[in-house]
Structures are given as structure tokens and as C-alpha cells.
């Protein structure tokens, strides 16, 4: 309710005063460099179009929440398996629990300590579930809600948990405990039962050492009051739970790692530490009836074969028309190091060893029936590895692996970025897939996926929603994630398109990465036109066009030189620096300023004009799908390598890409395979410029002969015309990518803190740098030119000890901003094709390119294309800057555009049409155009609205007069990390992530506060570079180096979210026990029942002592269910849970009024019995 009150105090006063802190009456009034650089005109002037656009948005249509978790579950520690309901549970070291049933059914949940889930236990067929976490807490899961809540909790303080048991349809569970002794707890009440098995009587009282903890404990399948308690040290121990006492008792003298009974409750089956299996039978419990070692070698003088690797987990499952099966992982034989990790079938004399790509943390063996006593008949086993998830088939004599349909590949290989795209054209999807499937492994197992339970509905909101995921080897993926599922479609190897970089031959490299050369950086794609775009780490761009034919061809590349003269030293006597010095004497003053193996060459000459990669110069078979148009290289200049790249954008109907570094901009076209500009950010500024500059001196040597090493500048100089690192970087390395995703917190020194901008310098240092640097700067050059902050920047997070993960983030960027470099370059940090008006007050608008940077500058380039789509293939586009400079605070995020009425405009396209189709028709057919939005009308009027967005601002300028209409200072203390302009409702906003967790909403154009929450703390970088927003209100990020997390800023989503998720729990019928026929019932074969509640019960066992468990009630259940539920389904679901409530009221009541019919039957009693002893008594006997 206070939040409510508090969005409708935000809409009044935004609505009352539209100039207020988020109206700008002038472009200039707002602060030194962050005003309009045209502050002629104020937002009341004529034609401001201020008044004549009427918004409906109100922040009533905002409200955030997490939807979905899709991938992998991160450092996984425990699994479980329903055999009824057929879901599947895995809980992970962060202490998170990832529930999937059938494709669609996936469930994330969180303990709030996140502690590490020791294990996990399903109360089979009941729709709940038990966690036991690393904090010795059990918690009781309701999963017949789609959000799981917890419901009981157990908190043990005196000892610390190792095991759990749940016998199948019992209500007591058992607890193993770090000393050796077997607790019971009651899961309807959650509390611990009086009845307790203390390991000094389990063993023998002859025994002088303690047995260790509990590893294993399971009932008897022929008799449930037996219960079998496994301790660490080898002894094994049968409990009979009536007499209390020990039945027999076995010993080993290697460490037990498991245990696991025969059906038929006659033999048990341990796995040792010295990876042997032993085998015993109750009838003679002094010795094993068989020991095995399954891969230690026999000795050939007969004697005990050689010990091997601890076998961590043994199943011993019984078939009724076949041998046995058993199934244990580890027990390798020592000699075999760099054999893989395991998993071992042994059926029958046939022993087959399934090697795996991960360490094993758990598997399970999934029977047919869930009785204990009962023939198993196994037909899969899933295998939980460290970052894998696989289901083989056990049915099959090749044990082949099922095709597994969740999406648990997307860290295959680390994520390094990623785009979102809600509301696609509908065609794209089925596209997509159809060349995707072309790509589909053989060799699976032909049987349905196993685990099939829960189920799955569309929800009410349907629409396309593709996501894109690039990665450290290159690849890109495309994911169908409609109705917040996901769904692998098509894989694209952007390494193909390169030579494969040969190792050990000595020969010098151009490469500026040491690992994951092609990662790829960041991406551009259009989905009308179906135009993609990459930019890679190692400083190259790739355009991509779609194709339904395969092709061969050759691959055409280009090389830019987007290098940036900064001002050079003058020095007095320039002319004595020969042009023709010696190489190998200028190397080594070159080496020790570096300190780099990545600037110079390795023996001879300096690297100059020569990419990092090499394209393959040979004819590409090229499948469906998408296929390489065009690569552009930047190449190293002067032994500097070049700059990676941070901004890029693509425009199919200009048939431009143009992208930007922290030297400068380049734009191609990609049509005529021609670079059309290749300038320095200072240069593009011309005569408006806004900062008083030192001239640079030329170089003297650039009319000699290309390729000859250019050294006339001292080598103090070269070092400084590197982009520098604004913090100190302790030791020297090459650039890497952020590909470091799989460790806990990237290590981010060397990497730029903005998703628009990556690196930008080397990580060099200059000691003695302080002076030079100080004389380059100009006298007039404005000092706040350090304020350019995520254009190219450093950030400095610790990363040695825990304690400093938390809040690393925002704290590292105060203490950076203040040490950056005064010579930073101005990177170039946004692009944005759109027709507009590109000069103040034209008349018409025409194709454009807006220009970011670092600095919060806004540069307009005009783009001036032939008339004719003839002379479009022949004639050169003319590309010249406009002088139009417009100004932000920080740097510059994102740009969009708005026609009169205030409508999205989106930038032209081609509409899409085969490159390579057999049909002659479409081969021939003109390039379709779409110039703008289908929003519009065919008038686009006689004026727009830009919409720019930076770190520390959002503008919104009229064109074509260039008034700053509306100003909002986002953020003075923070800054954002990711902006982008979606729709939502048919309204359009802006949306925000600040690096200090808060996601905030603006209404445009007026930029009036929507939404400002503080949801998302930034933990690592992780979050940063992989956030993004979309339409219809939804977002996502990588929440680890192994998941998506998806989440939703609209109300609407998140009143139909229930609609949406799966229901982990549906009715299904418990199979019957079958009937094992009287001959067996009578001799003891079938298991014998026992009443548990007359044992374990109050009455019976007594309490036990409050200081050994503290019982917490759940804060889920109904509670949860209240706080879940929202629209027409809230109503249904309140309704519900009123007669939830009401049937819980009345069944207390019920109690109440049958203990106190019993108490007063009890009274009665006694008084009947008193009147009886006394009636026939006088008065003188008493």
C-alpha cells in the first residue's frame, strides 16, 4: 500500500510540473559540459511541440519481478527424482533448488541464507520436498504452488547434518548427524521426535573408537522397522527400531562411501575407499559374501588386486528378467591420471565405462516402481556432472544418452554478451529453427525424455521473443524464448570465417589476446531485414546476411587503420631523429616502456598494416543460415595493435555498418565492399569542436614508403599515443575479452565498465609518463575531460578476498573516476542510423548517423546516398559531419527517435529477400525499402524528437531546431550501465539499470519518473555486461556463468505470470504394491509394515529436548500464495486460500472440540469411578 501512495506522489508531481527537474527550460542551464551546445531557444519557444503530445503512460503500469531461470544450476551439490510425479530436483552450493519436470516446467527457488543444499529427499507422490543446507537447517518445500515456498523449517544447533532418509510413503524422516547419531523428525509437524539412536548404542560396547559420521540410512525392504545405519569408518549397523537395539553389525576396514539394499532385503551392497564393492548377506554378517575391485588389476602371485580410486556412489538394482544392475561412479585405477571421470555399468559379465566431459556430483537410477521391495526394472540413469546434466538409457545395450530439452548448453562456452528481442516478426522463429535442425546430433537414445512430469501452458501473452548469446569461442546462439521458455534454434561459428591459428611454429603473431581470439564483443542485428552484425575481440566486424540456400564463395575482406594521432611531444630539434633508424635498436627502449610482449613484433621488424586474424583466402562452403558478407579488419598501426571495438551499428537499407573505438570511427559500405570514412573522434568535430585543443605536430615521416616502420616519434611518444589505462595496472598482460565468466567474479582490470564500450587500452604503464603527459595537455583544455567515464576505463575490483565481492562494483567506480587518465581518448560509445534532420532548422529530413561519445558528445553525420538503386551499386555515398554537436553528462548510451505524435520511429530497412535463391524473380527483384515506422503516417511532420540517453542523463531534443525540450539527471553519485528506449502497453519509455542495482522507467518524451526501484545489485561484472531490456517490459541478465535470468518490469506480465509458469504438481494415481502372493507373504518374502506414529510418536518416545532443534515456521505456503497472486487469477486464488483458511479454522476447531469431548469424557469417568468407590461409605468412614 505504501508503495502505491507513493507512485501516485510521483505521477502528481511529475505531471504538475513538466519543467520541473525533469523539464529543462533552456539547453545550457544544466552544469559546465553537460548543456546543449544551441541554447538559443527555450522548451516554451515556437514550435516547441511540448504541449501537443498527450501520454497515457502512469506508473500503475510498472511493477518489477523475477520471471524465470533458464541454463544450467550453477556449482550443482545434490539431486532427486519423484518416480511418480517424474520431476527432477537439483540444488547447488549457492544454495538455490532448480525443479524440472516436461519441457516448459522449470522452477527456480532460493534458501534465503544460501547456505550449500547438502541434499535433497521428495515426499514421493505428495507435491513437497526436503532440503537439507550446509547450515544443518531441513526445510519442508511446498511445490503444489508454481512458486515453491517453504513451509516448516529445523534448525539443528548441537550437531551438524551428513545424511537423510524418507522411507516412500512414511511420514518420519531419519537424520544422520556429523557424531554419529540417528535422529527423527515428524514432516507433517516438523518436529523432532524423543526417539533417538545414539551411535554408542549402535556399536558394540567393546568398540574404543567413535565410528564417524552417518553416511548412509535405509529401512529394511522386507521389514521397515529395521533400519540400516551406515558410519563412515566401514561399520555397518541393522537397528531394530521396536526393540531398539542392534540386529547385527558389520565391519570393513576401508571408509564406506554408500550403501544400497537388494529388493529383496537379503544382501546390501558398500562402496569403499579403495574403490572396491563389498557385498554382504544378513545370514552371515562376519565377512562378505563377496568382495570386488571392478578396475583394479589382478596381481599375478594371487594376491588382493591393487587398490584404486574411492567409489563415491553405488545402485544395485534388480531386474526380474535379467541380470542385476551396478551402477557406481569413480573407482579408477591410480596408473590412469588423465582418464576422465566415470560412470561404470556392470551388467551381467558386460562391464561398460561411460567416460564423462566433467566431474560426477550425483546420479540417480530411475526404476519403474517406487516400491523398495520390489523388483527395480531401471530403465535410465541421470548423471548430475559440475556443469552438465545427461539421462542415459538403460534399456539399450549401448547405453546411449537421451537428447536432453532443456537449454543447459548456454555456458558450453562462456557467455560474453548478450541481446533480447520481444515482439520479432513471426516468420523468424520457424526460419531459424528450420536451418538449425539441419545441424541436429545423431546417436541419441530414440525413447521419450524420462523426466516428463509437471505441466505447461502458453499463458495468455503470446508473442515472438528470440535471444542471442555470444561467446568466448565465437560461437553465436539464437534461443526461442516465447512464453518465457527457451529453446535452442540455430548456432553460428563466427571462427570459420578465419584461418586456424597454428601453435608451436614459431613464427610471429598479430594476435592481441592470449585465449579466446575470437570472442565476440558485441552485436547488432536487425530483424526485419535479417542483417547481422558482430564485433569481435580480437578488433574485426563481420556482417552477416540470411540465406535459405547453401553457398560457395569466397569470403571479401577489408583492413581499416583507425588509429589516433594524439598531440605529439615537440621537440626542439625534431630534425636530428634520422627517418631511417636502425629496428633492432630501437626495439628495446620500445620493450622495457611497454612492458608487453603485444606491442612489437618478436625479432625485426615492427608490425604495421597487418590484421590480428587471418580470413581464409580459399573458396567457404557456406550452410543455410546465416553466411559472412563482409569482415572488416582494423590492423596494427606503428606496432601499436589496434584498439577493440566499442560501438557498432548496421543499416540495411543504407547498406552501411559503422562501428568505433577509443581512436576513432570508421563506416563502411558493405555494398560496394568500400570504406567510406575512417577518422579520429577529435577530427569528426571540424570548427565545432567544443574544447580548446593543442595542435598536433605532423609526422615527418608519412611520405616515405608504406610499410616501412615509422619510428621518427621517440619511443615516449609511441607509448603515448597508447589509449592509457585510468587506474594503475599492476604488472603487464595482453587484452583480454571478459571471457572469464566461469569464475565466481571476473577479473576485470583491463576491461571497460560499459555494455557499449570494451576495452580500450593495453594495461600498459609509464612511470615516468606524469610530466610528459601534464606538458601534452593544452592550457585551455578543460579539466573535467577526465570525467569520461565507461568510454574507456578501468575499474579495479579486488578480487583476492571474499569479503570484498559484495558492493565492489559502485565502490570501484567512485575511486577510478578520480584516477583517470588525463589523456584518455574520447571514445566512441553509441551509434544510430536514422532518418532526421541533421543540421538545425533544415527542412527535410535525410539519412543520418548519430555519434556518442565518451565525453557525453553527440555528433551528426550526414550521409548523403545515390538516388537510384542502380547508381546505389556504382556510385560512392558521400559520408561528411555535419557540425552539429549537441552535449550530455558521461558517456553516451543510446539514442532514439520519436515523430511528432510522439511514436517510436524505427530506422529504415530492406526488407528481407534471399541472396542466393534459385528463383529468378526474387533475384531480379528491387530491394524493398521500408524509410519509416508503420507507426507513423505517411506525413512525418515538420519536426521529431531525439531521445538521447548517458550515464548520468537522459535528453530529449526537438529537431529540427535542436531544443533541449525535457532534461533528466538520472544519477549525480552512480552511473548507468545499460539504457535502451522499449515499448510497453503501446506507450514508449525509457529504461534504465544503474550500476547501484536500481532499474528505473521514464515516460516519454517528457521523461517523467515511471518506476525507480532498487532491485538488482551489481555484484560482479558479470551482471553488467549482460544486462538488457526489451519490449513489453522485460529484461534479463546472466545471474551466473551458467544461467538467464529473465525478469519483468510490467504489471500486466506480472499479474498473468501465474498463468504462465508450469505446475510442478498434478494429480497422479500412486501404483499399487503388487501382490506377491501368500506362500511369500507367510515365509517372510514381502515387507512387513509397522505402525511409526505408535514408535516415534509424543506418547511413546517423549519430546526432545528443545536446545537440539529450533523449529522455524515457513514463511511460504498461503502466505506466499497471498503475496503471488494478482488480477482476475489473484481473485480466484484469494478466493481459494479464504476457504483454505476457513477449512483450517474449522479442522483446528474440530480438534479442539474432540479434546474437549474427550477431556470431558475423561471427567465424567473419573467422577463415575469416585461415586462408586464412595456410594456405599458412611459418613463416619471417610
Request: net charge neutral; charged share 20%.
Amino acid at each position: 500500500m505504501k508503495k502505491f501512495n507513493f507512485r501516485k506522489v510521483l505521477d502528481g508531481l511529475t505531471a504538475s510540473s513538466p519543467g520541473g527537474s525533469s523539464g529543462g527550460g533552456s539547453g545550457g542551464g544544466i552544469g559546465a559540459g553537460s548543456g546543449s551546445m544551441h541554447p538559443g531557444g527555450t522548451a516554451g519557444a515556437a514550435g516547441t511541440p511540448r504541449d501537443e503530445i498527450q501520454e497515457i503512460m502512469s506508473s500503475d503500469y510498472f511493477q518489477i519481478c523475477k520471471t524465470v531461470r533458464h541454463g544450467f544450476p550453477y556449482l550443482p551439490t545434490a539431486l532427486a527424482f519423484d518416480p511418480v510425479q517424474k520431476i527432477l530436483a537439483v540444488g547447488t552450493r549457492t544454495g538455490a533448488i532448480r525443479i524440472l519436470g516436461r519441457p516448459g516446467v522449470d522452477c527456480y527457488c532460493q534458501h534465503e541464507s544460501g547456505a550449500a543444499v547438502l541434499q535433497l529427499q521428495f515426499l514421493i507422490n505428495e507435491g513437497a520436498l526436503v532440503s537439507a543446507s550446509a547450515d544443518d537447517t531441513l526445510h519442508l518445500w511446498n511445490l503444489r504452488q508454481k512458486r515453491p515456498a517453504i513451509l516448516h523449517s529445523l534448525k539443528f544447533n548441537r550437531e551438524r547434518i551428513t545424511y537423510c532418509h524418507l522411507p516412500f510413503q512414511s511420514k518420519w524422516l531419519y537424520v544422520g548427524t556429523e557424531r554419529g547419531n540417528t535422529h527423527i523428525v515428524n514432516i507433517e509437524s516438523f518436529i523432532l521426535s524423543g526417539y533417538v539412536i545414539m551411535w554408542n548404542k549402535a556399536i558394540e560396547l567393546s568398540t574404543k573408537t567413535h565410528p564417524g559420521p552417518v553416511v548412509h540410512l535405509s529401512d529394511s525392504p522386507r521389514d521397515e522397522g529395521k533400519l540400516l545405519i551406515g558410519y563412515e569408518n566401514g561399520t555397518v549397523v541393522l537397528w531394530d527400531l521396536r526393540s531398539k537395539r542392534a540386529d547385527l553389525r558389520v565391519y570393513y576396514d576401508e571408509a564406506i562411501h554408500s550403501v544400497d539394499w537388494h529388493h529383496e532385503g537379503k544382501q546390501f551392497m558398500c562402496s569403499h575407499s579403495d574403490g572396491s564393492l563389498t557385498l554382504w548377506n544378513l545370514k552371515s554378517p562376519s565377512r562378505p559374501f563377496q568382495i570386488t575391485i571392478p578396475h583394479g588389476k589382478i596381481q599375478r602371485d594371487g594376491k588382493k588386486p591393487e587398490s584404486c580410486k574411492p567409489i563415491l556412489k553405488v545402485e544395485y538394482k534388480t531386474c526380474k528378467s535379467s541380470e542385476p544392475f551396478i551402477i557406481f561412479s569413480g573407482g579408477l585405477s591410480y596408473d590412469k591420471a588423465c582418464r576422465r571421470p566415470s560412470l561404470t555399468i556392470i551388467h551381467g559379465k558386460a562391464i561398460t565405462v561411460l567416460e564423462m566431459d566433467h566431474p560426477i556430483v550425483d546420479f540417480l537410477t530411475l526404476c519403474e516402481t517406487p516400491y523398495p521391495n520390489e523388483f527395480q526394472e531401471p530403465y535410465a540413469v541421470v548423471v548430475l556432472l559440475e556443469k552438465d546434466l545427461i539421462v542415459v538409457d538403460l534399456t539399450q545395450s549401448n547405453f546411449p544418452i537421451f537428447e536432453n530439452p532443456y537449454p543447459i548448453d548456454i555456458h558450453e562456452s562462456p557467455v560474453t554478451c548478450t541481446e533480447y528481442f520481444a515482439d520479432c516478426p513471426p516468420d523468424l522463429i520457424p526460419v531459424l529453427y528450420s536451418v538449425g535442425a539441419k545441424h541436429k546430433k545423431q546417436g541419441y537414445s530414440n525413447k521419450e525424455w524420462p523426466i516428463s512430469g509437471g505441466a505447461w501452458n502458453l499463458g495468455t501473452q503470446i508473442y515472438p521473443e528470440i535471444i542471442i548469446t555470444g561467446h568466448a569461442d565465437g560461437s553465436i546462439k539464437f534461443w526461442d524464448a516465447s512464453a518465457i521458455t527457451l529453446q535452442m534454434l540455430y548456432k553460428l561459428k563466427t571462427s570459420k570465417v578465419f584461418e586456424k591459428q597454428k601453435l608451436g611454429e614459431g613464427k610471429p603473431t598479430a594476435e592481441i589476446v592470449e585465449e579466446d581470439p575470437f570472442a565476440i564483443q558485441m552485436m547488432y542485428w536487425c530483424p526485419e531485414s535479417r542483417i547481422f552484425c558482430v564485433a569481435g575481440v580480437s578488433a574485426y566486424v563481420i556482417v552477416y546476411r540470411f540465406s535459405k540456400h547453401e553457398v560457395n564463395t569466397e569470403i571479401v575482406s577489408l583492413e581499416v587503420r583507425l588509429q589516433y594521432d594524439i598531440e605529439d611531444i615537440i621537440t626542439p630539434e625534431p630534425e636530428i631523429i634520422p627517418p631511417f633508424p636502425d629496428a633492432s635498436f630501437q626495439l628495446p627502449s620500445l620493450r622495457s616502456l611497454s612492458g608487453s610482449t603485444n606491442t612489437v613484433a618478436c625479432e625485426g621488424m615492427m608490425k604495421d598494416s597487418i590484421p590480428c586474424l587471418s580470413v581464409k583466402t580459399r573458396p567457404v562452403r557456406m550452410p543455410p543460415g546465416y553466411q559472412a558478407e563482409l569482415v572488416i579488419q582494423l590492423v596494427w598501426v606503428d606496432g601499436e595493435p589496434p584498439q577493440q571495438i566499442t560501438s557498432l551499428a548496421i543499416n540495411s537499407a543504407y547498406g552501411l555498418v559503422a562501428f568505433g573505438n577509443c581512436n576513432g570511427l570508421a563506416v563502411v559500405d558493405f555494398m560496394q565492399k568500400t570504406v567510406l570514412l575512417s577518422m579520429g573522434t577529435i577530427d569528426l568535430y571540424g570548427s565545432s569542436d567544443p574544447y580548446q585543443r593543442q595542435p598536433r605536430s605532423p609526422r615527418k615521416n608519412k611520405q616515405f614508403t608504406a610499410g616501412l616502420t615509422e619510428l621518427t616519434d621517440s619511443p615516449v611518444s609511441l607509448e603515448l599515443e597508447r589509449c592509457k589505462s585510468p587506474t594503475s595496472v599492476k604488472g603487464s598482460r595482453k587484452l583480454s575479452l571478459p571471457t572469464d565468466l566461469k569464475t565466481d567474479l571476473d577479473h576485470v582490470n583491463g576491461h571497460c565498465t560499459s555494455p557499449t564500450s570494451q576495452i580500450c587500452s593495453s594495461g600498459k604503464r609509464l612511470p615516468s609518463a606524469d610530466v610528459t603527459k601534464s606538458n601534452r595537455r593544452g592550457p585551455g583544455r578543460p579539466p573535467f575531460r577526465k570525467a569520461q567515464s565507461a568510454a574507456c576505463m578501468e575499474i579495479s575490483l579486488p578480487v583476492t578476498t571474499e569479503e570484498n565481492r559484495e558492493n565492489t562494483f559502485s565502490r570501484s567506480r567512485s575511486s577510478s573516476v578520480s584516477s583517470i587518465d588525463k589523456e584518455s581518448k574520447e571514445a566512441i560509445t553509441a551509434l544510430y542510423f536514422m532518418e532526421t534532420f541533421s543540421r538545425k532548422n533544415d527542412s527535410t529530413v535525410s539519412p543520418c548517423l548519430w555519434v556518442g561519445t565518451g565525453l557525453g558528445m553527440v555528433l551528426i553525420i550526414s550521409l548523403n546516398l545515390p538516388a537510384t538503386e542502380e547508381l546505389r551499386q556504382t556510385e560512392p555515398v558521400m559520408v561528411s559531419p555535419s557540425g552539429t554537436v549537441l552535449t550530455l553528462k558521461g558517456a553516451v548510451l543510446t539514442f532514439s527517435c520519436l515523430d511528432c505524435m510522439g511514436a517510436l520511429m524505427h530506422p529504415p530497412y530492406e526488407v528481407w529477400r534471399d541472396p542466393n535463391s534459385m528463383d529468378d524473380s526474387e533475384k531480379m527483384r528491387k530491394r524493398k525499402l521500408v524509410m519509416y515506422s508503420p507507426s507513423s503516417s505517411g506525413d512525418m511532420g515538420d519536426h521529431q524528437f531525439a531521445v538521447i540517453c548517458s550515464e548520468k542523463q537522459a535528453k530529449v531534443f526537438s529537431l529540427p531546431s535542436q531544443t533541449c525540450l525535457y532534461v533528466h539527471n538520472i544519477t549525480e553519485t552512480s552511473f548507468l550501465l545499460r539504457a535502451d528506449v522499449v515499448t510497453l502497453c503501446n506507450s514508449i519509455c525509457l529504461a534504465c539499470f544503474c550500476a547501484n542495482g536500481h532499474i528505473m522507467a521514464m515516460s516519454l518524451p517528457s521523461l517523467r519518473p515511471m518506476l525507480d526501484v532498487n532491485y538488482l545489485p551489481v555484484t560482479d561484472m558479470r551482471i553488467a555486461r549482460t544486462f538488457c531490456f526489451t519490449n513489453e517490459g522485460q529484461a534479463l541478465y546472466l545471474s551466473s556463468p551458467t544461467e538467464i535470468q529473465r525478469l519483468t518490469y510490467s504489471q500486466e506480465m506480472c499479474d498473468n505470470l501465474q498463468d504462465m509458469l508450469g505446475d510442478l504438481f498434478t494429480p497422479v494415481e500412486t501404483p499399487e504394491a503388487q501382490n506377491r502372493g501368500f506362500l511369500k507373504g507367510l515365509f517372510g518374502g514381502s515387507g512387513q509394515t509397522f505402525d511409526r506414529e505408535e514408535l516415534f510418536g509424543e506418547a511413546s518416545a517423549g519430546k526432545a529436548s528443545r536446545s537440539l532443534a529450533q523449529h522455524i515456521p515457513g514463511s511460504g505456503g498461503i502466505e506466499g500464495m497471498k503475496g503471488a497472486a494478482g488480477g482476475v487469477i489473484g481473485d480466484l486464488a484469494r478466493a481459494r486460500l479464504a476457504l483454505d483458511e476457513r477449512g483450517q479454522r474449522l479442522g483446528e476447531l474440530d480438534e479442539k472440540t474432540a479434546s474437549m469431548m474427550a477431556s470431558a469424557e475423561a471427567f465424567s469417568k473419573h467422577a463415575h469411578e469416585l461415586m462408586l468407590k464412595y456410594k456405599d461409605k458412611k459418613w463416619y468412614q471417610f
